[in-house]
Nanobody, 128 residues
Framework: QLALVESGGGLVQVGGSLRLSCAAS????????IGWFRQAPGKEREGVSC????????YYTDSVKGRFTISRDNAKNTVYLQMNSLKPEDTGVYYC?????????????????????WGQGTQVTVSE
């Protein structure tokens, strides 16, 4: 059974950086697309980024393009989300999720339905 654990969240000032990690156990991530989602207080969860199993395709929602970078290290069974130039609107709980069934060279970054496994989330707070 695949289990996902997020880490790396915390409190950071505007303009700062954080690197989130999504570590998997139980199953190799080699054939899973991974997505990052976030939920701000009082708002619905939204897709932030995703990376295909191959690593060759990535997706970013418009509000994070040029600031966030997703990557994966299959040897470590871990996916990362590097977040730079953080803004207060980036505040929220960040979740990673795994999708076993998307095409090897694809990922679905804007919808939750393909994702079967979810982590518990890590809090990111960006202060003024």
């Amino acid at each position: 059974q695949l289990a996902l654990v997020e880490s790396g969240g915390g409190l950071v000032q505007v303009g700062g950086s954080l690197r989130l990690s999504c570590a998997a156990s139980g199953v190799s991530l080699d054939y899973y697309a991974i997505g990052w989602f976030r939920q701000a207080p009082g708002k619905e969860r939204e897709g932030v980024s995703c990376i295909s199993s191959s690593g060759g395709r990535t997706y970013y929602t418009d509000s994070v393009k040029g600031r966030f970078t997703i990557s994966r290290d299959n040897a470590k069974n871990t996916v990362y989300l590097q977040m730079n130039s953080l803004k207060p609107e980036d505040t929220g709980v960040y979740y990673c999720a795994a999708d076993r069934w998307s095409n090897y060279h694809d990922c679905k970054g804007h919808v939750e339905s393909p994702y079967d496994y979810w982590g518990q989330g890590t809090q990111v707070t960006v202060s003024e």
